[in-house]
């Protein structure tokens, strides 16, 4: 915790630029419900990475280049792994039928969500962590440092990137999201219309109270964010798992472009086939990470070359492969399964 309370100045611009943001985009650049286009698209994921690496370059100024790395490191980590949640957001909104000028206001509130719950994992996580350290102990002349949490994690990140491997999308393309954790509580709490009524989470039909399809989408997507965020919030642990600051502002700056990427990549998601064998490789070499790091310290330079090598060759197989299904010839061109 020493770095939130060494440099509560980072700490209050942090708050205050994701405010202004926030404020920003519900207030005056989404004040009126509209489809969100590419260009706008792309817009708003630049302006939300270049804020990202500005404050990872205050970061780099204040505490160092090692810290600096740890932020890009993190920062990258959960933008890699996110594409996976964007997946199933867009089935989401498939299933439901949601109107695509309403996508922005759910994914804007389930951000908020994320914020909240986000930084209730971080934080109790760093205080599990460094309450669960074995007492130090030597073998063949080296001190040894072991925590159990960490290892544990490990373990875990190793088993979902092998999974993640073997892993089909389609199972997700058939899913009844109706009987999804979130959707089930809203029913069992709320009567719920079957008709949207614009962008309102709750309508009044006959006089009686009711919550919208629209917030039946909502519920889904925060408990989709949190069931990913078992895999996500563990991978960062490996990073800093001592210091909270480094692992919520970068989280928080991966989460608040998510909105702008998901409206770039929904047209385009099937072009990134071979990114979910990165996103394994990268579970993977995480959860290797914990588990050696008694015995080997992988720095965070290294790690965030690693992460930045898997994420760009899994993207450049990719584009490979959608150029050579497109060769006059190629079985798949042709309509067939090769």
């Known amino acids: 915790m020493d770095n939130l309370i060494n440099h509560p100045g980072i700490l209050t611009a942090f708050g205050v630029l994701v405010l202004i943001m926030l404020l920003l985009d519900l207030g005056v650049f989404n004040k009126h419900t509209h489809k969100v286009g590419n260009k706008e698209a792309l817009a708003w994921s630049l302006v939300w990475i270049g804020l990202s690496m500005a404050f990872s370059g205050v970061i780099y100024h204040v505490m160092g280049f090692e810290k600096f790395t740890q932020f890009q490191s993190a920062y990258w980590i959960e933008k890699a792994l996110s594409v996976d949640n964007l997946f199933v957001f867009i089935l989401v909104f498939g299933f439901f039928n949601v109107p695509e000028e309403l996508h922005h206001k759910v994914l804007f509130w389930g951000v908020i969500g994320a914020l909240v719950f986000r930084a209730i994992f971080i934080f109790t996580g760093v205080g599990l962590i460094n309450m669960t350290y074995l007492p130090e102990f030597e073998l063949y002349g080296h001190t040894f440092k072991v925590n159990v949490l960490l290892f544990l994690f490990g373990i875990f990140l190793l088993y979902a990137g092998i999974k993640s491997w073997f892993a089909k999308h389609d199972n997700d393309e058939n899913k009844d999201f109706n009987k999804s954790p979130g959707a089930r509580l809203v029913h069992r709490f709320f009567s719920v219309s079957e008709q949207y009524d614009g962008g309102k989470f709750f309508t009044k039909?006959?006089?009686?109270?009711?919550?919208?399809?629209?917030?039946?989408?909502?519920?889904?997507?925060?408990?989709?964010?949190?069931?990913?965020?078992?895999?996500?919030?563990?991978?960062?642990?490996?990073?800093?798992?001592?210091?909270?600051?480094?692992?919520?502002?970068?989280?928080?700056?991966?989460?608040?472009?998510?909105?702008?990427?998901?409206?770039?990549?929904?047209?385009?998601?099937?072009?990134?086939?071979?990114?979910?064998?990165?996103?394994?490789?990268?579970?993977?070499?995480?959860?290797?990470?914990?588990?050696?790091?008694?015995?080997?310290?992988?720095?965070?330079?290294?790690?965030?070359?690693?992460?930045?090598?898997?994420?760009?060759?899994?993207?450049?197989?990719?584009?490979?492969?959608?150029?050579?299904?497109?060769?006059?010839?190629?079985?798949?061109?042709?309509?067939?399964?090769?």
């Not at 109270?209 to 997507?221: C, D, H, N, Q």
């Not at 070359?305 to 492969?321: E, F, H, K």
């Not at 959608?322 to 309509?335: A, C, D, E, S, Y």
Request: glycine content about 6%; cysteine-free.
């Open 205 to 338: 039909e006959n006089g009686v109270k009711m919550a919208t399809p629209l917030f039946v989408v909502l519920a889904v997507i925060e408990f989709t964010d949190l069931l990913f965020a078992v895999d996500s919030i563990p991978a960062i642990f490996a990073i800093a798992p001592n210091d909270p600051f480094i692992l919520y502002t970068s989280n928080i700056f991966a989460i608040l472009g998510l909105r702008a990427l998901y409206f770039l990549l929904a047209n385009f998601m099937h072009k990134f086939s071979k990114l979910k064998y990165g996103l394994a490789v990268i579970l993977s070499f995480i959860g290797v990470k914990m588990i050696i790091s008694p015995v080997v310290h992988i720095s965070s330079p290294l790690s965030l070359s690693i992460v930045g090598s898997v994420l760009l060759v899994s993207l450049i197989a990719s584009l490979l492969t959608q150029r050579l299904k497109k060769l006059p010839g190629n079985k798949v061109f042709r309509g067939t399964n090769l």
